[in-house]
């Protein structure tokens, strides 16, 4: 069985500042990981995806996240939170031999204080 | 291609009436995906179909709730009888194999039960 754990509920991070958002995962298979964002009012977005190629893995916006096999996580990061960076974010586990098994965190919602 | 569509994006409706949302996925893509999400939640898998054959159904989709995708292309979600507890945001997504998972979604299609 597969499950995803996003450890903060809400994140709050001044402009300018470093963005953490954190990212557990279970699975029985080696799975693709992905986040995804959503902005008020519109469709979820994909940021990047993990999909058993490079490790570190670089997305839109700036954003970029690592997966650790050993600590089994897959944490989202920025150098630099911007005012825009505000929304929801959602991190997704499947297994690539099973694409009808897409599960989703329960979401990180980010702030950024001006 | 202008990406996936949902119509109604809003549905207002009295408790016991049934409701229907349409889907239109990306032309290409073989592989549909209805969610739900709830305020402060991240999506839950409903129903999957790849082309015309609705290959998984969640325990969340009770028999008041139907899918279908005639023809592989628009896919429809009815749900019967409406409870206030079926008040959410409807997602589709579309997706094709070899892209490992990865979802193109709609803007969604917000029910309100009253």
């Known amino acids: 069985a597969q499950s995803v754990t996003q450890l903060d509920s809400h994140v709050s991070v001044s402009e300018g500042t470093p963005v953490l958002l954190r990212c557990n995962y279970s699975?029985?298979?080696?799975?693709?990981l992905f986040w995804y964002v959503q902005h008020p009012n519109k469709g979820l977005q994909l940021l990047l995806k993990?999909?058993?190629?490079?490790?570190l893995v670089k997305g839109i916006n700036g954003f970029e996240a690592e997966f650790k096999k050993s600590e089994t996580s897959f944490h989202l990061t920025k150098p630099s939170a911007h005012m825009s960076d505000a929304a929801e974010y959602f991190c997704v586990v499947s297994d690539p031999n099973r694409d009808d098994k897409i599960i989703f965190g329960k979401g990180t919602r980010l702030h950024i204080l001006p | 291609d202008t990406g996936v569509s949902q119509d109604p994006r809003h549905k207002i409706t009295k408790r016991g009436q049934n409701v229907t949302f349409r889907c239109d996925p990306i032309s290409e893509h073989n592989r549909l995906y209805w969610y739900r999400q709830t305020l402060g939640q991240g999506p839950e898998f409903l129903t999957y179909f790849q082309n015309e054959a609705q290959l998984e159904k969640s325990r969340l989709l009770s028999d008041r709730f139907s899918a279908e995708r005639p023809k592989g292309s628009f896919s429809t979600l009815e749900i019967q009888r409406t409870e206030q507890g079926d008040s959410a945001m409807y997602l589709c997504?579309?997706?094709?194999?070899?892209?490992?998972?990865?979802?193109?979604f709609g803007e969604g299609s917000r029910l309100t039960v009253l």
């Open positions: 993990y999909t058993s190629a490079a490790t």
């Open positions: 699975s029985s298979y080696s799975p693709s």
């Open positions: 997504a579309s997706s094709s194999s070899g892209l490992l998972g990865e979802l193109f």
